[in-house]
C-alpha cells in the first residue's frame, strides 16, 4: 500500500545519535521505575508517523521495543502507559496501524494510546485534568522532539516540571533560531519557547556569544521551572551542529543515567556528541579525556581534607560535571592514587586502588 507523500520522510544520520540515547536511558529507566511505582508513563510529545522511509524505527516504536525487548521486562511490574501525541493526522493514523501490529507482543501491563492533536493544547488538557483531580502525575519521561521552536512552551514544561517525578528530553533547535531570529513573526514562538523575551539580547550578538547567551538562558529558564539538574550536550553532523538536546530531572540518579546513556552512543556515521562545559570532550571517542573531570575534583575537593567516596560520586553524578559515576574510581581516582595525587584511608578499604562504599579519601592540596 502507498503511504502519501507527506506522511514519511528519510531519516538523517544525526537523528539515529538522539534515538540511541533514547533506547539506551529507556533501557535503564524502565527497571529502575517500573519496578518501584505502580504507574509510569512515557509522552512522546512529536511522535510522528511512527517509521521513516526505509523503515527505522521512529522514536515511538523506539520506546515500545525497549519495553517488549528488555531482558529485566518481568522485573517491569508497574503499569506502562505510552502516550504518542501527533498533530498531523495522517501521521497519527500511521503510527496507530503500527502500535496495532505491535500490541499482541507488549505486555499485559502495558498501555498504548495515539493523541491526534499539537503538543502544547493535549498536555494542557490533560495537566488541567489532573488538576481537577488533585491529582500528579505518575513518574513520566517526556520527549519534546519538535520540527521548528513553535508549540514548546515553556509554561507547559513548567507545569510538567511541578510533578516531582517528571523528566524531559528536548531537542532545542538553535540552527532555526539562529536563522530567524531578527524575523518579527518568530518572535511570538520563541517568548513561548523560553518564557521570556530575555533572548532577544541575543539579535545582538553574533557566533559563539549569540549561541551561549540561549543556551544558558534556556538552562536557567528550565532550572526556574522546576529542573534540579539540566543535562545538555550538541549533537554534531560532521562539523555542523545540528541541534543541542537539553535534558530536565529533579533527581541526580537520572541525571546519571542520562549521563551515562549519552557516554553510551559511540559516534556512528557521520554524528557525534559534544559537551558543553568543556571543548575538550567529545564524547564516543575511542580513548575519552578525562583532564577536565580530574581538574573538576581537584578544585572541588583539593583542600587536604578525608572525604567519603560517596560525596564524589554525588558530585559526579550532579549536572555540575558532564561525566557519570561509572567513569570515576578505575578511569580517575585509580590513576590519581598511582600519580600520588590522591590517598586514601586505608582504614576505610581492604585493597588498594579501590574504593568500595564508605571509603575515605584525600586529595593533594592545591596550589593557591
Known amino acids: 500500500m502507498r503511504v502519501a ?37 512515557f509522552i512522546d510529545g512529536f511522535a510522528g508517523p511512527g517509521e521513516y522511509e526505509g523503515g527505522e524505527d521512529g522514536s515511538p516504536i523506539i520506546a515500545l521495543r525497549s519495553l517488549i525487548e528488555h531482558n529485566a521486562r518481568k522485573t517491569v511490574s508497574g503499569e506502562v502507559i505510552f502516550i504518542f501525541i501527533e498533530k498531523h493526522q495522517g501521521r497519527a493514523e500511521h503510527l ?25 493544547q493535549s498536555m494542557r488538557e490533560a495537566l488541567d485534568a489532573l488538576d481537577v483531580q488533585e491529582a500528579r502525575m505518575a513518574p513520566a519521561f517526556v520527549m519534546i522532539d519538535p520540527f521548528g521552536v513553535s508549540g514548546t512552551p515553556m509554561s507547559v514544561i513548567g507545569r510538567l516540571m511541578e510533578n516531582p517525578r517528571c523528566e524531559v528530553y528536548i531537542s532545542f533547535m538553535y540552527e532555526s533560531m539562529n536563522r530567524f531570529i531578527s524575523t518579527e513573526e518568530f518572535a511570538p514562538h520563541l517568548d513561548e519557547l523560553f518564557g ?4 532577544r539580547a541575543a539579535v545582538s550578538l553574533e557566533g559563539a556569544a549569540r549561541q551561549q547567551h540561549l543556551y544558558k538562558l534556556y538552562e536557567r529558564q528550565l532550572r526556574d521551572a522546576g529542573a534540579e539538574h539540566v543535562v545538555h550536550f550538541d549533537l554534531y553532523e560532521g562539523s555542523r551542529l545540528v541541534y543541542a538536546i537539553f535534558f530536565g530531572t529533579q533527581h541526580r540518579r537520572g541525571c546519571d543515567v542520562m549521563k551515562r546513556a549519552i557516554w553510551k552512543v559511540a559516534p556512528s556515521g557521520d554524528f557525534t556528541f559534544r559537551g558543553s562545559k568543556s571543548d575538550q570532550l567529545i564524547l564516543g571517542v575511542e580513548s575519552p579525556n578525562f583532564a577536565p573531570l580530574r581538574e573538576q575534583l581537584l578544585y572541588e575537593f583539593g583542600d587536604g581534607e578525608l572525604v567519603e567516596i560517596e560525596e564524589i560520586m554525588e558530585f559526579v553524578a550532579s549536572d555540575r560535571t558532564e ?46
Not at 521570556?196 to 533572548?199: G, K, L, R
Request: with cysteine; charged share 30%.
Open 96 to 120: 496507530d496501524e503500527l502500535v496495532e501490529a505491535m500490541r499482541p507482543h507488549l505486555p499485559a501491563n502495558a498501555d498504548v494510546s495515539v493523541v491526534h492533536g499539537p503538543f502544547d
Open 196 to 199: 521570556t523575551d530575555e533572548w
Open 323 to 368: 561525566y557519570h559515576t561509572s567513569q570515576l574510581k578505575k578511569q580517575v581516582l585509580k590513576p590519581l592514587e598511582n600519580e600520588g595525587i590522591v590517598e586514601a584511608d586505608e582504614g576505610s578499604r581492604n585493597r588498594r586502588g579501590t574504593y568500595p562504599e564508605g571509603c575515605r579519601i584525600r586529595f593533594r592540596i592545591r596550589d593557591a
Open 5 to 41: 507523500d507527506d506522511i514519511l520522510w528519510k531519516r538523517e544520520p544525526h537523528t539515529e545519535g538522539k534515538h540511541l540515547v533514547l533506547r539506551a536511558y529507556l533501557d535503564a529507566w524502565l527497571p529502575i521505575l517500573g519496578s518501584w511505582n505502580t504507574r509510569i508513563l
